[in-house]
T-cell receptor, first 114, second 109 residues
Framework: DGGITQSPKYLFRKEGQNVTLSCEQNLNHDAMYWYRQDPGQGLRLIYYSQIVNDFQKGDIAEGYSVSREKKESFPLTVTSAQKNPTAFYLC?????????????FGDGTRLSIL | GQNIDQPTEMTATEGAIVQINCTYQTSGFNGLFWYQQHAGEAPTFLSYNVLDGLEEKGRFSSFLSRSKGYSYLLLKELQMKDSASYLCAVMDSNYQLIWGAGTKLIIKP
C-alpha cells in the first residue's frame, strides 16, 4: 500500500541535542511538507519542498533544518536552537504544488524534552 | 493577516446531525479543505470545495460561500466513531494551506 511513514512515533530530546525525524513516502508525490501541531492551534508549516534538492522555509522554520536528497525522503532535524520543541510533528505530501490537491499525512512523531 | 475561525468544541448525540462552521480571511483563495483527525493520529482528507455550493459525500457534506468567506461541514446520522477533531484549511494565492485550530466534536450516546 502507498503511504507516508514517519519514525519514530515517540522521541525524547535532551538539552543541547539535535534530533532527526524521518519521513518517507512511496506515493510518488513531488511535494513534501513538515508541520508542527500544538494543542489548541492550527497546523503550522515548518518547511516544504517541491522538488529534490530544493526546499523553502515555512512560517516557523527557526531552529529546524531539512534536506531533500531523494524524492521519497524529507527528514526534519530539530536543532538545539529550537527552545520549545515539544509538539506533535506531522509530515505530509501531495502532487504538484500550484494545484489544489489534498495533502496526505503520516502518523506523526511526538517529541518531548527530557 | 490570514485567519481561519472554527468553534473550539461541539457536542452532539449519536444518530443526530451536526454542522461545524468555518470562516476565513486569506490572501487569495484556491479552495477549502476539511480534514478529520482522531486524537494522536494523522489528519485524513474529507472534502474539498472551490466553487460555491454543497458537496455531498455519504454522511458528510461540505458547503462553501466564497463571497461570505464561509464554509460548513455537515455530519448526518452521527456515530460514536465520528468523535474527532475537524480541521478546516484554506489554500491561499500561493497554494499554501492555512489551517484553523480545529473543532473537537464529542458524540454522546
Amino acid at each position: 500500500d502507498g503511504g507516508i511513514t514517519q519514525s519514530p512515533k515517540y522521541l525524547f530530546r535532551k538539552e543541547g541535542q539535535n534530533v532527526t525525524l524521518s519521513c518517507e513516502q512511496n506515493l510518488n508525490h513531488d511535494a513534501m511538507y513538515w508541520y508542527r501541531q500544538d494543542p489548541g492551534q492550527g497546523l503550522r508549516l515548518i518547511y516544504y519542498s517541491q522538488i529534490v534538492n530544493d526546499f523553502q522555509k515555512g512560517d516557523i522554520a527557526e531552529g529546524y533544518s531539512v534536506s531533500r536528497e531523494k524524492k521519497e525522503s524529507f527528514p526534519l532535524t530539530v536543532t538545539s536552537a529550537q527552545k520549545n520543541p515539544t509538539a506533535f510533528y506531522l509530515c505530509a505530501s501531495s502532487t504538484l504544488t500550484g494545484e489544489s490537491q489534498p495533502q496526505h499525512f503520516g502518523d506523526g512523531t511526538r517529541l518531548s524534552i527530557l | 493577516g490570514q485567519n481561519i475561525d472554527q468553534p473550539t468544541e461541539m457536542t452532539a448525540t449519536e444518530g443526530a446531525i451536526v454542522q461545524i462552521n468555518c470562516t476565513y480571511q486569506t490572501s487569495g483563495f484556491n479552495g477549502l479543505f476539511w480534514y478529520q483527525q482522531h486524537a494522536g493520529e494523522a489528519p485524513t482528507f474529507l472534502s474539498y470545495n472551490v466553487l460555491d455550493g454543497l458537496e455531498e459525500k455519504g454522511r458528510f457534506s461540505s458547503f462553501l460561500s466564497r463571497s461570505k468567506g464561509y464554509s460548513y461541514l455537515l455530519l448526518k446520522e452521527l456515530q460514536m466513531k465520528d468523535s474527532a477533531s475537524y480541521l478546516c484549511a484554506v489554500m491561499d494565492s500561493n497554494y499554501q494551506l492555512i489551517w484553523g485550530a480545529g473543532t473537537k466534536l464529542i458524540i454522546k450516546p
